[in-house]
C-alpha cells in the first residue's frame, strides 16, 4: 500500500502542475494543431461530448470515448465511459474495440490543449480502418472543471482506506442491505430528492457514488445531480459493486455472521414451470440465459424490457416488449403486462428490473408469476451479451 501511495502521490501532483500549465491554453498549441490539420481531424467541444455521453454510462453512450492518456492518469480520473489506449501501449490496449463497427464515432482526448497523444492515438485508430475519428482537445482538464469525473478501483481503495470519501450507493434500497462497500450509504437515485439531506453540508467533500457495474447509470444519475447542486468534488465509481468484489475488498456480505439454524427450504419452480433464483424475486439467471441464448424461450413466459424506448431500440433480447416501468404507478404498470403468462422484468445491470418487482410487491400486488433477471444486459439489435449477477444467498 506504501508503494500504491507514493505512486498516486506522484500522479496527482503531476496531475496538479499540469493542469495548472494547461489553464492558460485556450486553444492547441501549434504542434497540436500541425497534427489535428496532418490527420485531418475533427475537433468537438465540451458541449458536443457532454450530449454523446448521455447519462455516463457505458451502455447508454452514442460514441465510443478514448482516453490516449497513460493509465495512472486514466485510473486517477475520466471523463464518464472512457476506454484507455495510449499510444505506447496501443496493439495491447486496442483489443478493448474488438467488433467495433468501424462506422462507429471514436472521440480521442487526453491532457488538454498542449497534448498531441489525442491526434497520435486518432491517427493510429484510422489506420485500424476506424472512418468516423474525432478530437476533444481540451481534454480531461476542461471536463474536469465542467463536469464530474469516474474512477477506477484502485483509486476508489485508497479513498475506502483512507477513510478520505464518502462513498454512496445508488442502488435499490434492497440490493445495498444484501450488499454493499462498508460504510457507504444509501441513496437510491429515484428517492434523490427525499434523502438530499443526507449529504454533507460542507459542498468540497469528496463523495463517490456507485451502483452495480459499468452499465448501471444510477450512480451517475446521483453523480450529475449532486454536481448540479455545486457538490464539485464528486466522482463516479463506474465499476460499483461488482468490480470491488472482483478485486476481494470488503463489503458488508462478507462481514455478516453465518447463521446456524437450517434455512427453509424454497422451491425450486414455480407453478408455472419457471426455475426460481436464490434471492427474493429472482429468476435462475444462468437458467434464463440459456434459454435467450439458444431462442427457447417458453410461450408461457413475457421478458419485458423496463428501459426507456430509446435504449430499448439500440437492442433487446428477442421477443420482450418494451415497458418503461419508472414512469408508471404499480397499477399503471401492472395494467400494461400481458396477462395469462409469467412476466420476467429486465434492464441493462439488473437495478431497474428489481424496482419494477418492488413497485408491484410494495402495492399488495400478486407477484408469485412476475420475476426480474439479475443480469448485466448488453444488446445490439436482438443479440445480447448477458453475465448474470452473483446470487447473495
Given at each position: 500500500?506504501?508503494?500504491?501511495?507514493?505512486?498516486?502521490?506522484?500522479?496527482?501532483?503531476?496531475?496538479?502542475?499540469?493542469?495548472?500549465?494547461?489553464?492558460?491554453?485556450?486553444?492547441?498549441?501549434?504542434?497540436?494543431?500541425?497534427?489535428?490539420?496532418?490527420?485531418?481531424?475533427?475537433?468537438?467541444?465540451?458541449?458536443?461530448?457532454?450530449?454523446?455521453?448521455?447519462?455516463?454510462?457505458?451502455?447508454?453512450?452514442?460514441?465510443?470515448?478514448?482516453?490516449?492518456?497513460?493509465?495512472?492518469?486514466?485510473?486517477?480520473?475520466?471523463?464518464?465511459?472512457?476506454l484507455n489506449i495510449n499510444d505506447t501501449n496501443f496493439d495491447e490496449d486496442y483489443k478493448q474495440l474488438k467488433g467495433i463497427d468501424k462506422n462507429k464515432e471514436l472521440i480521442v482526448f487526453c491532457g488538454g490543449f498542449a497534448c498531441a497523444k489525442s491526434p497520435i492515438v486518432a491517427d493510429l485508430l484510422m489506420k485500424k480502418g476506424h472512418k468516423n475519428?474525432?478530437?476533444?482537445?481540451?481534454?480531461?482538464?476542461?471536463?474536469?472543471?465542467?463536469?464530474?469525473?469516474?474512477?477506477?478501483?484502485?483509486?476508489?481503495?485508497?479513498?475506502?482506506?483512507?477513510?478520505?470519501?464518502?462513498?454512496?450507493?445508488?442502488?435499490?434500497?434492497?440490493?445495498?442491505?444484501?450488499?454493499?462497500?462498508?460504510?457507504?450509504?444509501?441513496?437510491?437515485?429515484?428517492?434523490?430528492?427525499?434523502?438530499?439531506?443526507?449529504?454533507?453540508?460542507?459542498?468540497?467533500?469528496?463523495?463517490?457514488?456507485?451502483?452495480?457495474?459499468?452499465?448501471?447509470?444510477?450512480?451517475?444519475?446521483?453523480?450529475?445531480?449532486?454536481?448540479?447542486?455545486?457538490?464539485?468534488?464528486?466522482?463516479?465509481?463506474?465499476?460499483?459493486?461488482?468490480?470491488?468484489?472482483?478485486?476481494?475488498?470488503?463489503?458488508?456480505?462478507?462481514?455478516?455472521?453465518?447463521?446456524?439454524?437450517?434455512?427453509?427450504?424454497?422451491?425450486?419452480?414455480?407453478?408455472?414451470?419457471?426455475?426460481?433464483?436464490?434471492?427474493e424475486g429472482t429468476i435462475d439467471g444462468e437458467w434464463l440465459k440459456e434459454l435467450v441464448l439458444k431462442d427457447k424461450v417458453p410461450s408461457n413466459i413475457q421478458i419485458v424490457n423496463v428501459l426507456p424506448s430509446k435504449d430499448f431500440a439500440k437492442g433487446h433480447i428477442k421477443g420482450a416488449i418494451n415497458i418503461e416501468a419508472e414512469k408508471l404507478n404499480?397499477?399503471?404498470?401492472?395494467?400494461?403486462?400481458?396477462?395469462?403468462?409469467?412476466?420476467?422484468?429486465?434492464?441493462?445491470?439488473?437495478?431497474?428490473?428489481?424496482?419494477?418487482?418492488?413497485?408491484?410487491?410494495?402495492?399488495?400486488?400478486?407477484?408469485?408469476?412476475?420475476?426480474?433477471?439479475?443480469?448485466?444486459?448488453?444488446?445490439?439489435?436482438?443479440?445480447?451479451?448477458?453475465?448474470?449477477?452473483?446470487?447473495?444467498?
Amino acid at each position: 500500500m506504501k508503494k500504491i501511495f507514493a505512486v498516486l502521490s506522484i500522479c496527482f501532483l503531476f496531475l496538479s502542475v499540469n493542469a495548472q500549465e494547461t489553464d492558460v491554453l485556450k486553444e492547441p498549441t501549434s504542434e497540436v494543431k500541425e497534427l489535428i490539420k496532418k490527420y485531418k481531424l475533427q475537433e468537438v467541444d465540451f458541449d458536443y461530448v457532454k450530449k454523446v455521453i448521455g447519462v455516463g454510462n457505458r451502455g447508454s453512450v452514442e460514441s465510443i470515448l478514448i482516453d490516449a492518456r497513460p493509465q495512472a492518469k486514466y485510473q486517477r480520473g475520466t471523463i464518464p465511459s472512457s476506454l484507455n489506449i495510449n499510444d505506447t501501449n496501443f496493439d495491447e490496449d486496442y483489443k478493448q474495440l474488438k467488433g467495433i463497427d468501424k462506422n462507429k464515432e471514436l472521440i480521442v482526448f487526453c491532457g488538454g490543449f498542449a497534448c498531441a497523444k489525442s491526434p497520435i492515438v486518432a491517427d493510429l485508430l484510422m489506420k485500424k480502418g476506424h472512418k468516423n475519428v474525432k478530437v476533444y482537445s481540451a481534454g480531461e482538464p476542461q471536463w474536469s472543471k465542467k463536469s464530474y469525473l469516474e474512477i477506477d478501483t484502485i483509486v476508489a481503495k485508497v479513498y475506502f482506506e483512507n477513510n478520505s470519501a464518502l462513498f454512496v450507493d445508488a442502488r435499490p434500497y434492497a440490493k445495498f442491505l444484501q450488499e454493499t462497500i462498508v460504510g457507504s450509504i444509501s441513496v437510491p437515485d429515484t428517492n434523490f430528492e427525499k434523502l438530499v439531506g443526507r449529504f454533507p453540508i460542507d459542498k468540497n467533500e469528496k463523495i463517490v457514488t456507485f451502483c452495480a457495474g459499468y452499465e448501471c447509470e444510477k450512480s451517475h444519475i446521483i453523480a450529475s445531480k449532486l454536481y448540479a447542486l455545486g457538490y464539485k468534488n464528486v466522482v463516479v465509481y463506474a465499476g460499483g459493486v461488482p468490480e470491488w468484489k472482483k478485486a476481494g475488498l470488503s463489503t458488508t456480505f462478507a462481514s455478516k455472521k453465518v447463521e446456524d439454524k437450517e434455512k427453509e427450504k424454497k422451491a425450486e419452480f414455480s407453478k408455472n414451470g419457471l426455475k426460481l433464483g436464490s434471492d427474493e424475486g429472482t429468476i435462475d439467471g444462468e437458467w434464463l440465459k440459456e434459454l435467450v441464448l439458444k431462442d427457447k424461450v417458453p410461450s408461457n413466459i413475457q421478458i419485458v424490457n423496463v428501459l426507456p424506448s430509446k435504449d430499448f431500440a439500440k437492442g433487446h433480447i428477442k421477443g420482450a416488449i418494451n415497458i418503461e416501468a419508472e414512469k408508471l404507478n404499480s397499477k399503471e404498470l401492472f395494467d400494461k403486462l400481458p396477462k395469462n403468462k409469467s412476466i420476467v422484468f429486465y434492464c441493462s445491470a439488473g437495478s431497474r428490473s428489481l424496482e419494477a418487482w418492488m413497485k408491484l410487491k410494495k402495492d399488495g400486488i400478486d407477484v408469485s408469476e412476475i420475476f426480474y433477471f439479475d443480469a448485466v444486459i448488453v444488446c445490439k439489435n436482438q443479440e445480447c451479451k448477458i453475465d448474470v449477477n452473483e446470487p447473495l444467498e
